[in-house]
């Protein structure tokens, strides 16, 4: 593997926000999830592979924080959670 990269676009919203479950309403658990992605395959055109005016090249573990509810097991990204809120209001 050629390098790790973090992605967080909310910090506000991963690190600070509570989050409920839509379904059952328990406060939900942050969880770290990551897949490693081959910067030459069709998949990288979805992720930035620069870092300080470098570019990583062939495998990169991409990571990242998703919310899973203890009871009924979903998982959703801080995107997910912040549209359904908006759809909410």
């Known amino acids: ?29 942050r969880k770290k999830v990551s897949k490693i992605i081959n910067t030459k395959s069709k998949e990288a055109k979805n992720y930035s592979f620069h870092i300080n ?7 990169v573990e991409i990571s990242w924080y998703e919310f899973e509810c203890p009871v009924c097991k979903k998982s959703f990204t801080v995107e997910e959670l912040e549209e359904m809120n908006d759809k909410n209001t």
């Not at 005016?53 to 495998?59: A, K, L, M, Y």
């Open 53 to 59: 005016r470098n570019t990583i090249t062939g495998d």
């Open 1 to 29: 593997m050629n390098g790790k990269k973090f992605i967080c676009n909310d910090v506000i919203g991963t690190f600070f926000k509570k989050h409920k479950c839509v379904d059952c309403k328990v406060k939900l658990k």
